[in-house]
């Protein structure tokens, strides 16, 4: 099958197709995509999206993507399929990838997306950075509610709203920096010191209760449980922490496949 008659077979309305596809359509689908420009970013996303629903659990679709796109990340898949669930109705985009992989997170809100989707220019994954900061600063602190009634009035844009309270939270940080006295105690740098402690017991510890987190509790329960101790976080060190090992564990996943481990049993 040629890729313009994979293309023909493509319904980008959100509609399942009338033509009865089986996974090999749908991986050639994900591979011709997947080397395109922008817009074939997406149908990659909605033809993994469609694999999904072709299996019945979440480990036999990842094992279907381990064989059908062993080069693929998981990460990676995740991302392409969040940006087809979210940009699936757009059939012309001149945003990058990185940009759509920024915005398409579920956390990021309707009217910011939309705002950045309108601009006739492409934008840099920098700028929906600094927008979705200042943003969340705009929805989360009740300082800055007039900047959130500004968006919802039409008198500001969402990326307005945010460079604004960015601007704002840099000058109540200087503020605060010029009225601490110079000994006041550094929490952030007693909190980051390694006196006492030993990575070498840490490090093994923390896979302990990784392990039995994963193996004793289902995914819905873990995640309410981590996401209710998150906060409060005043000097944000949690969700730094989680930031880094989140890297480190992406890394770790590619030194050990969950195809090889199964192969091992």
């Known amino acids: 099958m040629s890729a313009s008659d994979m293309l023909d077979r493509i319904d980008l309305s959100g509609i399942q197709p009338?033509?009865?596809?089986t996974l090999d359509d749908i991986a050639d689908d994900v591979r011709i995509h997947l080397s395109g420009a922008v817009e074939n970013i997406i149908r990659a996303g909605q033809a993994l999206l469609e694999g999904r629903e072709e299996h019945k659990s979440?480990?036999?679709?990842?094992?279907w993507c381990i064989k059908e796109f062993p080069d693929l990340h998981r990460n990676t898949r995740l991302q392409?399929?969040?940006?087809?669930?979210?940009?699936?109705?757009?059939?012309?985009?001149?945003?990058?990838?990185?940009?759509?992989?920024?915005?398409?997170?579920?956390?990021?809100?309707?009217?910011?997306?939309?705002?950045v989707l309108s601009l006739d220019r492409p934008v840099k994954v920098t700028e929906v950075q600094e927008a979705k900061k200042g943003y969340k600063?705009?929805?989360?602190d009740?300082?800055?509610?007039?900047?959130?009634?500004?968006?919802?009035?039409?008198?500001?844009?969402?990326?307005?709203?945010?460079?604004?309270?960015?601007?704002?939270?840099?000058?109540?940080?200087e503020a605060i920096s010029n009225t601490v006295s110079p000994d006041v105690?550094?929490?952030?740098?007693?909190?980051?010191?390694?006196?006492?402690?030993d990575i070498r017991s840490v490090g093994p510890a923390f896979i302990v209760l990784m392990e039995?987190?994963?193996?004793?509790?289902?995914?819905?329960?873990i995640k309410r449980e981590l996401y209710a101790f998150m906060e409060p976080d005043p000097l944000g060190l949690k969700k730094e922490a989680m930031h880094k090992m989140s890297d480190i564990l992406s890394d770790l996943c590619l030194d050990f496949p969950l195809n090889e481990l199964k192969n091992l049993n």
Do not use: W
Not at 185 to 197: F, N, P, V, W
């Open 185 to 197: 105690i550094d929490l952030g740098a007693i909190a980051r010191s390694k006196e006492g402690t």
């Open 18 to 21: 009338s033509v009865n596809r």
């Open 58 to 63: 979440d480990n036999d679709f990842h094992d």
């Open 137 to 140: 600063e705009v929805q989360e």
């Open 80 to 115: 392409l399929m969040q940006i087809g669930r979210r940009f699936g109705a757009h059939q012309s985009m001149h945003h990058s990838f990185t940009v759509l992989r920024e915005l398409a997170a579920p956390s990021v809100p309707d009217e910011l997306v939309e705002e």
């Open 212 to 221: 039995k987190l994963c193996t004793k509790f289902d995914e819905r329960d």
């Open 142 to 173: 009740p300082d800055y509610v007039d900047l959130l009634e500004d968006v919802k009035d039409n008198r500001k844009t969402p990326t307005e709203a945010a460079k604004e309270a960015l601007i704002r939270s840099e000058k109540k940080r």
